[in-house]
């Protein structure tokens, strides 16, 4: 595990927040929570040691600061952890719409000579997504799935790469109503191609490294901020800097959580690929039933 660049000085925090994410979600709660409660305790202990027996007043007005300073991060947390899940929810929607395309190109096919052949490469694009290309999109990485020229619809092209686009020119319409349906399929794999673009992207979507640092760097100096507003005193000056650690931590657990859309608990489901006209298991034994 790369957790260091060794490269440069800086910190890669994006792979460990993956490594964090790809953790089941009870163990990944229990590090970030614990390292931000033990991040306060040394705090304590530091400030503690330094200023030794010193007194000094804190006022009513930086009490206030302290919690408008809380507030503050509070809020920033939020809103990234709200932009996170409707990223999440986008990819869903994605998902969605290009299973719904693949079920359109099943039922759009269903009266052409060759709808055999088609129906079968849709199984083996569904197969392709699931159990090649997730891996690649939960590891991060994109550029193999970029790469791969497997299943790269270009409605453009004249070549016969594309398996999609040289199954539907081998099929031969007859009548009105075959070629109707027949001249819907390329419109069909356009939108299959902008779906499994968008859900590509989807799964490249991160916050940058650099906002990484940023809230790292805030989050510490958060916890030295009120360590240094509630001098030890005793277990009433302790609980303070604890519950806010323990806020902290599960704010930052739940923001882990929705970074990468196809990692970790909340994480898209392959389920979609697997169900109604897509479970080829059970409508391939109720048609040889028929």
């Known amino acids: 595990m790369d957790i260091i660049n060794h490269s440069s000085i800086s910190f890669n925090a994006l792979k460990l927040v993956r490594f964090l994410d790809n953790l089941p979600f009870l163990e990944m709660l229990l590090i970030i929570v614990g390292v931000t409660v ?24 930086a009490f206030v600061a302290n919690d408008i300073n809380a507030g503050i991060v509070g809020l920033i947390l939020a809103f990234i952890v709200v932009s996170m899940y409707e990223t999440n929810q986008k990819a869903k929607e994605s998902i969605m719409k290009e299973t719904s395309i693949l079920c359109s190109i099943l039922n759009t096919s269903q009266i052409l000579d060759n709808a055999d052949q088609i129906r079968a490469l ?4 569904t197969q392709t997504v699931t159990q090649e290309e997730w891996p690649l999109m939960c590891s991060g990485n994109i550029d193999k ?3 791969s020229s497997s299943f790269m619809i270009n409605p453009k092209t004249h070549e016969f790469k594309n398996p999609f686009y040289k199954v539907v020119q081998e099929s ?24 499994r673009r968008t859900r590509i992207e989807a799964a490249d979507f991160h916050l940058p490294i650099q906002f990484w640092r940023i809230i790292i760097l805030m989050t510490i100096i958060l916890v030295w901020f009120v360590v240094y507003m509630n001098p030890c005193n005793g277990w009433h000056s ?6 806010s650690s323990l806020v902290i931590g599960l704010c930052l657990s739940l923001l882990i959580s929705l970074h990468y859309p196809f990692l970790g608990p909340f994480a898209v489901s392959t389920k979609p690929y697997f169900e109604g006209p897509l479970n080829f298991s059970v409508t391939h034994s109720s048609s040889q039933k028929e």
């Open 38 to 61: 033990f991040i306060a305790i040394l705090m304590i202990i530091i400030t503690h040691y330094f200023i030794g027996e010193k007194k000094y007043v804190v006022s009513e007005g």
């Open 122 to 125: 849709v199984q083996r694009y």
């Open 145 to 147: 799935i970029w790469s």
């Open 172 to 195: 031969h319409p007859k009548g009105v109503i075959q070629e109707s349906f027949y001249n819907s399929l390329p419109n069909l794999l356009e939108k299959l191609t902008d779906a």
């Open 238 to 243: 302790v609980m303070p800097v604890v519950v």
